[in-house]
């Protein structure tokens, strides 16, 4: 079996006939016979492109993110799938959430939380392991980053984010932002969910935990769809020093932002969409 991942739901498509994208995120890492998913979409594309020959029933594992809904809608398709499934995630991740968005001069909130509940989860079958730190899987393969430090003074929780504490809603800390890191052939690849704790500072985490400075593939969401000029270059200019092979970021990057590492890692860049497959060996 080949090493690879596949990305399962993206805001993009690829050309294939019957395939859907949405806005969401869900990839399938496959390591010598472990199977692990990572984040679920919003549930639509996870159902559909099943065309692509996948088997729920068959993973290992589930690890989330955070506690969005189009990172965590999947879920109720997958525990249908695979009722005794392993969810790995952070406790915070099970926090109600909402943003507030400012549409045609008017303020809105948006519930933006994880839709399925803790006890349904859990009476479905499935077995929650909560993360506090990292973890390793595969063997030793696969790197759950746990909790990421705030160490690059040009990221930080974005506003606009909310989630409730006490009864209360405050702003969004994304204490539950988790990413992958994978070992294969070619060195080590990163995963983001989103990056609400920011990219560089994900990368910084992984660098601290494996000891690596040089990455083969960096993908998944790196949030800088709303973010400044400034901001973007500082990140690029920070991603240039860990010198990935290969990127394949989108999702809630942002157009813009996706076609800026395109022109910045010339021969590098890919467009991440719904079927794509990647190789790790």
Same mark, same amino acid.
């Given at each position: 079996?080949?090493?690879?991942?596949?990305?399962?739901?993206?805001?993009?498509?690829?050309?294939?006939?019957?395939?859907?994208?949405?806005?969401?995120?869900?990839?399938?890492?496959?390591?010598?016979?472990?199977?692990?998913?990572?984040?679920?979409?919003?549930?639509?594309?996870?159902?559909?492109?099943?065309?692509?020959?996948?088997?729920?029933?068959?993973?290992?594992?589930?690890?989330? /993110?955070?506690?969005?809904?189009?990172?965590?809608?999947?879920?109720?398709?997958?525990?249908?799938?695979?009722?005794?499934?392993?969810?790995?995630?952070?406790?915070?991740?099970?926090?109600?959430?909402?943003?507030?968005?400012?549409?045609?001069? $008017?303020?809105?909130?948006?519930?933006?939380?994880?839709?399925?509940?803790?006890?349904?989860?859990?009476?479905?079958?499935?077995?929650?392991?909560?993360?506090?730190?990292?973890?390793?899987?595969?063997?030793? $393969?696969?790197?759950?980053?746990?909790?990421?430090?705030?160490?690059?003074?040009?990221?930080?929780?974005?506003?606009?984010?909310?989630?409730?504490?006490?009864?209360?809603?405050?702003?969004?800390?994304?204490?539950?932002?988790?990413?992958?890191?994978?070992?294969?052939?070619?060195?080590?690849?990163?995963?983001?969910?989103?990056?609400? $704790?920011?990219?560089?500072?994900?990368?910084?985490?992984?660098?601290?935990?494996?000891?690596?400075?040089?990455?083969?593939?960096?993908?998944?969401?790196?949030?800088?769809?709303?973010?400044?000029?400034?901001?973007?270059?500082?990140?690029?200019?920070?991603?240039? /020093?860990?010198?990935? /092979?290969?990127?394949?970021?989108?999702?809630?990057?942002?157009?813009?932002?996706?076609?800026?590492?395109?022109?910045?890692?010339?021969?590098?860049? /890919?467009?991440?969409?719904?079927?794509?497959?990647?190789?790790?060996?």
């Amino acid at each position: 079996m080949p090493e690879q991942i596949t990305i399962l739901s993206e805001n993009r498509c690829a050309l294939s006939r019957g395939l859907i994208a949405e806005h969401g995120f869900s990839a399938l890492i496959e390591l010598d016979g472990f199977k692990l998913l990572f984040d679920s979409g919003q549930g639509m594309a996870l159902r559909q492109n099943q065309i692509l020959g996948y088997d729920l029933s068959k993973i290992d594992g589930l690890v989330l /993110s955070h506690g969005h809904f189009d990172h965590t809608g999947g879920m109720g398709y997958a525990l249908e799938k695979n009722p005794r499934l392993k969810i790995y995630l952070h406790p915070a991740a099970l926090l109600k959430r909402k943003a507030r968005k400012e549409i045609a001069g $008017r303020e809105i909130e948006v519930e933006i939380g994880m839709p399925m509940a803790r006890a349904e989860m859990e009476s479905r079958g499935a077995e929650l392991n909560f993360i506090e730190r990292h973890l390793e899987l595969a063997g030793g $393969r696969i790197l759950v980053s746990g909790p990421i430090p705030l160490r690059v003074d040009f990221e930080k929780p974005e506003a606009g984010f909310f989630v409730e504490r006490e009864g209360k809603l405050v702003p969004d800390d994304f204490a539950d932002d988790l990413a992958l890191a994978i070992k294969g052939k070619n060195g080590v690849s990163v995963i983001f969910g989103c990056a609400h $704790r920011g990219a560089i500072n994900t990368l910084k985490r992984i660098e601290e935990l494996w000891g690596v400075s040089k990455f083969d593939l960096v993908m998944g969401g790196m949030h800088l769809l709303m973010s400044g000029p400034e901001q973007v270059n500082q990140t690029l200019d920070a991603l240039a /020093s860990y010198n990935p /092979s290969r990127l394949a970021v989108g999702h809630c990057t942002g157009d813009f932002v996706q076609l800026q590492i395109a022109q910045r890692f010339p021969g590098r860049f /890919s467009f991440p969409s719904s079927g794509m497959k990647i190789a790790l060996d």
